[in-house]
């Protein structure tokens, strides 16, 4: 089993940048299937970045690819989002996950076991 606590969220102009970390607990951290997910108001959950366990596979939604980058140290049991170049329309709630699933299911909300309470991300104009 493993808990995940969000932090780095906050407001930000258009066009800035921002570092979302995740912190796990757990001592099997390094065998999960990671992602980032948001969810702006009214909307579903959206997948928005995965990594496999040893960090060599990664995969970004096509919303954010190019800007966001996903990242993580299995030795102090964290998980980071950079996210630059931030639009308006990236203002949500942003969730981190853990999972075992195979990396094929990353970007599938209902496949993850773990989840975070979340941390708000909001850009401003």
């Known amino acids: 089993q493993v808990q995940l606590v969000e932090s780095g969220g906050g407001l930000v102009q258009a066009g800035g940048s921002l570092r979302l970390s995740c912190t796990a607990s757990g001592r099997t951290f390094s065998s999960y299937m990671l992602g980032w997910f948001r969810q702006a108001p009214g909307k579903e959950r959206e997948f928005v970045a995965g990594i496999n366990w040893g960090g060599a596979r990664t995969r970004y939604a096509d919303s954010v690819k190019g800007r966001f980058t996903i990242s993580r140290d299995n030795a102090k049991n964290m998980l980071y989002l950079q996210m630059n170049s931030l639009k308006q329309e990236d203002t949500a709630v942003y969730y981190c996950?853990?999972?075992?699933?195979?990396?094929?299911?990353?970007?599938?909300?209902?496949?993850?076991?773990?989840w975070g309470q979340g941390t708000q991300v909001t850009v401003s104009s």
């Open positions: 996950a853990a999972d075992k699933n195979d990396f094929t299911r990353v970007e599938r909300v209902e496949n993850y076991d773990y």
